[in-house]
Structures are given as structure tokens and as C-alpha cells.
């Protein structure tokens, strides 16, 4: 898996910020965090339980509404904080539904990357040596490189502050069997296309063209959410 439960465990006894909790792998860290007896703050531009959520352990996260380019928000959790972790992304952006610029609201720039720049920028400002914990990738989708490219840029600036210690995740696609039902098919694609194309793929010879074109389709192992999460 990709090392998330350990992580969280990691983190007992001690005061965890999720950044991007109404989202599905947002409210699943939080769960998770809460059902170990940590203190959890759970921030998000709505504020609030995310929807659809009424099990006895959203009563113990401190739900807060905030704007992740805008730490200065709730940056009372932040302080309070010894670790946070960045969950907020987009995996099909603004530039391709909305034609938006990159960038502006919505687009991979302003999602994976710029949003949390600002929370490490934040966590630099208030100087406590706190660990943030970025949820990034191992693959981008075909032919969306800059899903890819800005979360490494972003690993790059947070990796980098000196106030500021630093974890990356990169897991494959994330799947959920009872939050998102559509991601099922997805995997099963992906795990499909996996199988037959990796054997291809390793036997075409490096620094060619076709090795080069055909990366771009080249998929990395999904990972179920609520078994990554289990008590082990």
C-alpha cells in the first residue's frame, strides 16, 4: 500500500490538521485519525462534516471552513497543529472542462500545486518545525502531464522550506468501493490496461520515440482506499 495508515498511527498522541476534508480521501484520513484517539481539525472551503456523513466519529474532528490559498483562515489549527496533511487536488481540471487558463481557479496550478505552496508557506511563517504530509502521484493520466508536473513542483517548494519538515505520498489511482462507485470501473480498466500494456512496454528499447509516446500511457497500480486504511 502506500504507507498511509502507518503514517497515520504515526501521528498518535499527537494534533493532526487535514487540509481538503469533505473530499474522499480527506474525510477517510480524518476517520481514521479520529477512530486512533487523535485530535483531528478537519479544514475545508464548505466547513462542516463533509455530506452524507453521520457516523459517531465526525463528532470527534473539529470541522473548520477555509480557503487553502488563504491559511491565514484558520491559521489558529495550523499553529495548534504538529502535523498537516494536504489532501486538496484535481484530477480532471478547469482547463479541460471550463477552458480556464492555467493557473486560474480550479486548474492543476492552483489545485495540486499553488494551494499547498500556501499552506507550506504558512507552516515556514509560524516556524515550529510541524511535518506536512502532501498527498501526491506516481503516474499522471494519459496525455495530462501537468496533473504530474505541478504536484512535483510543489513537492519541490515544500521540500525545500527550512522550518518545515516533509513527506510525499505517491499513491496510483485512488478507488473507493462505497464513496465512489464510478472509480471501480476505472481500476478495473487500469488494472486491465496494466497488465497488457506493461509487458509491452518493458521490451521496447529506452530513449526511442515509442518508448517516449507510449510512457504516456503507462499506469501505475490503484489503490483501494478503505483497504489502505484498515486496521492492520
Known sequence: TWGIHNL??????????????SGYVGSNICREAASLGIKVFGVSRQGGKPAKTF??????????????????????????????????????????TQECDPGEPGTYEQMNRDTAIAIGN???????????????ASRA?????RYLTTKLEAEEHLRNLKNVRFTALRPGFIYSKKERVWSVSVQLLMSTWQFGFGSIYNLVPERTYLKELMANFDVDTPIDLELSLIHI
Not at 498511527?9 to 476534508?21: D, E, H, P, W
Not at 504558512?122 to 501526491?136: A, H
Not at 493520466?141 to 502531464?145: E, G, R, T
Open 8 to 21: 497515520i498511527m504515526s501521528f498518535a498522541g499527537k494534533t493532526l490538521c487535514v487540509i481538503g476534508s
Open 55 to 96: 457516523a459517531p466519529w465526525s463528532d470527534k474532528v473539529t470541522w473548520i471552513k477555509g480557503d487553502a490559498m488563504n491559511p491565514s483562515t484558520f491559521q489558529d489549527a495550523l499553529k495548534e497543529s504538529q502535523a498537516v496533511i494536504h489532501t486538496v487536488g484535481t484530477l480532471i481540471d478547469t482547463s479541460l
Open 122 to 136: 504558512k507552516l515556514e511563517e509560524i516556524n515550529k518545525n510541524q511535518k506536512i504530509v502532501y498527498i501526491s
Open 141 to 145: 493520466p494519459p496525455f495530462l502531464k
